[in-house]
């Protein structure tokens, strides 16, 4: 009897912890400008088709160079960089740029992509940035005979503007961070910085907020504009470089983060409370749209479909550059990767169940 009382009293003593937890969580709007729509004018359904088979890796993104498609893969799951495909002949060519701590190898591939006649890498662990011919890596399947630049600050994300300039979202945060630079590579110095931080208690650790605000960051291809798509909001901001105007957007959801401040140690950081909810995974950009993969999910529990649901995406938002919504796409299947042709005629992403690079047109 004493046994099942003492249970009793420790389960409600749990209830009113968690409970008192929920009731300590925090909502934050990342951007008070913002528009606010309710639908997207489009929406339909595509269904993907097999491509080919690829054992290399997992992709991170898919870039389409002319009839090639060189995916760039995440390190942890692949033992090289990146790979190519060739739409006209059928193959699939060998990975190429080593993992590794070597002066031609990178340990963590944070960053990648296409710029002019470049393929070019950053590693965030070793903080530098390798550039080779693109078309001698697509020919070859080789990155040979690299550039190499150190920089000075640590970088989350990064993204090319031109051929010596980059944007980049830094690691670690101070107290007049904004939420990205404009930074000339030749002297890896800012040369502009975008976007400010809505202002917290003060309670509020940096980390935490850092990870609050964590994003995807794409360039537009001709160099003028930058897109950021949250993690836990879904509300994108699009800056114009030049003129440093930013237009927010948010919906149709229209959900802000919701969290808790946790530490590990001597490290904060954003807790995620059930109501927590994810939004952009990943994207891809061309001169007319931004697609952003939408996941949408509250973590419920820790079963392999929940986990699923809460980090990969079945649907496709896209925008174009003035802010607009132009339409939502829903796959046939849950995604992380996304590639899309430079007329926006045809999508490429990655099957995580079966191992394939997939394809479809898109309206």
């Known amino acids: 009897m004493m046994k099942i009382r003492t249970m009793i009293i420790m389960l409600i003593c749990i209830q009113q912890f968690s409970s008192c937890k929920e009731n300590n969580i ?24 097999n491509l080919v088979d690829y054992k290399i890796g997992i992709p991170r993104r898919i870039l389409l160079i002319d009839s090639t498609l060189i995916f760039f893969n995440i390190p942890k799951k692949s033992q090289y960089i990146f790979s190519n495909y060739s739409l006209n002949t059928g193959i699939l060519g060998d990975g190429y740029l080593q993992k590794g701590n070597g002066p031609h190898e990178v340990i963590s591939a944070a960053s990648g992509g296409v710029l002019g006649n470049s393929l070019w890498v950053y590693d965030a662990t070793s903080n530098k940035i390798l550039t080779t011919n693109k078309n001698k890596a697509i020919a070859h399947n080789t990155f040979s005979n690299p550039n190499v630049k150190k920089l000075n600050e640590n970088y989350y994300k990064i993204d090319f503007i031109d051929s010596l300039k ?13 939420k990205f630079e404009n930074l000339n590579l030749t002297s890896s110095k800012s040369t502009n910085s975008y976007g400010k931080y809505v202002n917290v208690s003060k309670k509020i650790k940096l980390e935490t907020i850092s990870d609050i605000y964590t994003s995807t960051i794409f360039s537009k291809p001709t160099g003028d504009k930058v897109v950021l798509g949250y993690r836990y909001s879904d509300l994108i901001e699009i800056y114009d470089l030049k003129s440093e105007k930013c237009i927010s957007i948010q919906g149709p959801q229209k959900f802000d983060v919701n969290y808790t401040q946790e530490k590990n140690q001597n490290f904060f950081y954003m807790g995620k409370s059930k109501t927590t909810q994810k939004s952009f995974i990943n994207g891809a950009v061309t001169n007319k749209y931004i697609y952003l ?10 079963s392999e479909a929940d986990r699923k649901k809460w980090t ?46 997939i394809e479809s047109k898109i309206n």
């Open 312 to 357: 990969y995406g079945k649907q496709v938002y896209v925008y174009d550059w003035d802010g607009n919504p132009i339409k939502k796409i829903t796959l046939d299947r849950y995604i992380y990767t996304l590639g899309i042709s430079d007329d926006d005629s045809t999508i490429y992403s990655y099957d995580i169940e079966t191992g394939f690079i």
């Open 166 to 178: 980059f944007v980049g979202i830094r690691s670690k945060l101070s107290p007049t961070s904004s």
């Open 293 to 302: 993969i939408f996941s949408g999910h509250q973590r419920k529990n820790r």
């Open 26 to 49: 925090n909502k934050l709007k990342l951007n008070k400008d913002t528009q606010y729509f309710n639908e997207f004018p489009l929406e339909y359904n595509i269904i993907f088709k």
